[in-house]
């Protein structure tokens, strides 16, 4: 049982770590600073990092150090966390035993076969609503889940395709979806991405990653997603969306301030 999903509702609620699995002692320095910042400010934590980033722009694009899954364990072990990563094929999720929160990426949200293996594991699933997607849609997707046995589901908005190579976030969509009676969530740092901009990969601009975040909290989100990272401009994945980890602390500490203004 994940304790990060048991505490969404009672504590601001944060997934937080580097698109791509670079190699432990990377990991490790990040899961150190974000737990450091997380316990200063109560904030509930889960640490994200995909073993194997899948959907990629190019064949040229980075997947993942191959070590993750032997990474993961010795990240738990060192740090007392909790882990989500992404699943991309119906054989993945039997194989993540240690892994604590099963994540759908948004293009493969619709996908039966898929959502049935992640939530026969018995953990969490928190999907993305695709970007071709209404957030009305998201309840087939709820119920999928549900009827295959899965009782711990979070729904996330990452933004609506906008043209080409450009994402904008309805955020009728967080109300619309918390009448599934399901945590929200608001991906903060995809939301601001640049799909494809830059041919062989995607763009984006963090400097916007903030506003998705208080946009998101006051209409009603019950947790934020952020990816960050040490040295984001030189990321093999992601780079432009994600947040510099040396200034993520006035990130949280103002999701923090979000939420007790939201419970008051």
Request: aromatic residues 10%.
């Amino acid at each position: 049982m994940s304790n990060f999903y048991n505490h969404i509702y009672k504590k601001p609620s944060l997934i937080a770590g580097p698109c791509v699995w670079e190699g432990y002692s990377h990991a490790a320095r990040i899961a150190e600073k974000l737990i450091s910042i997380c316990e200063k400010y109560d904030v509930n934590f889960v640490y994200k990092s995909s073993f194997d980033k899948a959907n990629r722009s190019s064949l040229k694009g980075f997947r993942g150090a191959s070590n993750a899954i032997e990474g993961f364990e010795k990240l738990k072990k060192n740090f007392n966390l909790e882990i989500l990563t992404d699943v991309h094929e119906s054989d993945q999720p039997r194989n993540l035993s240690i892994v604590d929160i099963l994540q759908i990426p948004a293009f493969l949200c619709r996908q039966t076969d898929l959502l049935k293996a992640a939530a026969e594991t018995g953990k969490p699933i928190n999907v993305k609503k695709g970007q071709f997607l209404s957030p009305q849609e998201m309840e087939n997707v709820k119920e999928k889940l549900i009827s295959f046995g899965c009782k711990q589901i979070i729904l996330t908005e990452r933004g609506t395709t906008f043209g080409y190579n450009n994402l904008v976030v309805d955020f009728r969509s967080i109300p619309i979806m918390k009448k599934f009676g399901c945590p929200v969530a608001i991906d903060a740092t995809h939301s601001v991405q640049m799909p494809g901009l830059q041919g062989d990969k995607s763009g984006g601009d963090r400097s916007f990653a903030k506003y998705m975040m208080r946009c998101g909290m006051v209409c009603g989100a019950d947790v934020v997603f952020a990816e960050v990272h040490n040295d984001p401009d030189n990321a093999p994945s992601d780079g432009p969306n994600m947040l510099h980890l040396e200034g993520f602390e006035s990130f949280v500490e103002e999701m923090r301030k979000w939420f007790d203004v939201s419970s008051d």
